[in-house]
């Protein structure tokens, strides 16, 4: 592949310079094989000089007005809407994402820089509240230098959350990609460039796990925003307590659906490449377990292995695939061990479980269907982040609710059923943060919040303007 892809530097203090780090981390194409670039694995160097350029720079950035940072985001939009398509392609050679996932998220990644610019726009630095002769002085302050660190399944999308939250509320930030995915960074420092971001108000270091964890632990840094694994979760948060920092986190999930008596099998399997395994099942919110009712579970699970053969597999580049490689040679050794585990566990292989004829090359791995499931099994608790569903019988609501909510995550799932109220009312007594209703999202809400249970987050999980806010009071007199 063409060494234009191959990056010796880093975006710190609004500008490209070379990396004090020699060490090199090789992205890889997960449909080939193929090495189709690398990038610095940034050192204490590295991770102070872009660090100290953020604090510089807040000084300036954070005295600017809500309707001043919001120009700057609509530039960001702007721009990043102009590379948009070569972002896209970009992502999905590195992660093996299939065009209608990476195309997705590059469309929901421009609307919240856009809406970024709107919540800018709202915010009121400062307000008098009843209380004493004069009343007292209330003030939103930007909290400081934030540190933003994505993972690899939607890195611009899960980036710009935090990007736009933290420019609005008037901090400055160092990213940190995830590695397998820091290629499109770089474009994405040229977005920032071209907008005009003033110099040090985004910084973009690259580097894998022990970089994270100097930037986390770095002096200037004041929060941490982090989505990724809940395990990668857990030890930022033992580091942030440490310092006492601030810690914002969406982690990990094993979301599930459930189908009631009277759910529609149609609707469920229409759902499944967009809900169950989008993205071969590699994102947070994938609703890999499906609890069904013991009265139809033969004919639920015949409906999905018709429905999980049929899906166009392969290619990430062709249009037409819904399903393709994982991302990662790691991440297709993960999900294979649980294959076989689940197996060794009892569970019965209904579908796939192994790699797929005719791809010599490429990270691919079959839909995977198991039932004959028990709830006390790793394939049941465990989030494997491939395409492998698990199904499990119930008797009673009571029992499903209670399957539903017997992992350690609480961040998505859905109810199935042809009466909504009934599924309303079921979905109001699951412990997560979000449930569809027969797996529809409705129209597409950018400020939609909500909080994501258990050891699917850290502080709520949400990158929130208000979260990179600091209140003052000044009663007075």
Known sequence: MSTQLDHDDLFIGGDFVEAASRERFTAINPATEEAIGSVPESNAEDIDRAARAARAAFATWSQTSGAERGEVLTRIADAFAERAHEIAALVARQNGAPHWWVTQNIRITEAIYRNGAKNAAKIVAEEVLPGGEHGTVVRKEPLGVIAAIAPWNSPQALLSMKVAAALAAGCTLVIKPSPETSLDSYLLAEVLRDAGVPAGVVNIITGGAETGAALVAHPEIDKVSFTGSTAAGRAIA?????????????????????????????????????????????????????????????????????????LPYGDPADPKTLLGPLAT????????????????????????????????????????????VDPSMRIFNE???????????????????????????????????????????????????????????????????????????????????????????????
């Open 329 to 372: 040679a790691a991440q297709r050794a993960r999900v294979e061990e649980y294959i076989r585990l689940g197996q060794e566990e009892g569970a019965t292989l209904a579908l796939g479980g192994g790699r797929p004829k005719g791809f010599e090359k490429g990270y691919y791995v079959e839909p995977t269907v198991f039932t004959d």
């Open 238 to 310: 033992i580091s942030c307590a440490e310092n006492f920092k601030a810690l914002t986190a969406e982690l990990g999930g094993k979301s599930a659906a459930v189908l009631l008596e009277d759910a529609d099998i149609e609707t469920f399997t229409d759902s499944i490449a967009w809900r169950c395994l989008p993205f071969s099942g590699q994102v947070c919110h994938a609703i890999t377990r499906v609890i069904v009712p013991r009265s139809r579970h033969d004919e639920i699970v015949e409906a999905i292995k018709k429905t999980l053969t049929g």
């Open 383 to 477: 989030e494997i982040f491939g395409p492998v569903l698990t199904v499990v019988a119930y008797d009673t609501e009571e029992e499903a609710a209670a399957l539903h909510d017997a992992t350690d995550f609480g961040l998505s799932g859905s109810v199935f059923s042809t009466d909504i109220e009934h599924a309303t009312a079921f979905a109001r007594r699951l412990q997560t943060g979000e449930v569809l209703i027969n797996g529809k999202h409705g129209a597409p809400n950018v400020d939609l919040v909500r909080s994501f249970y258990k050891h699917s987050s850290i502080g709520g999980g949400m990158d929130l303007v208000p979260g990179y806010q600091l209140t003052k009071s000044i009663p007075r007199g």
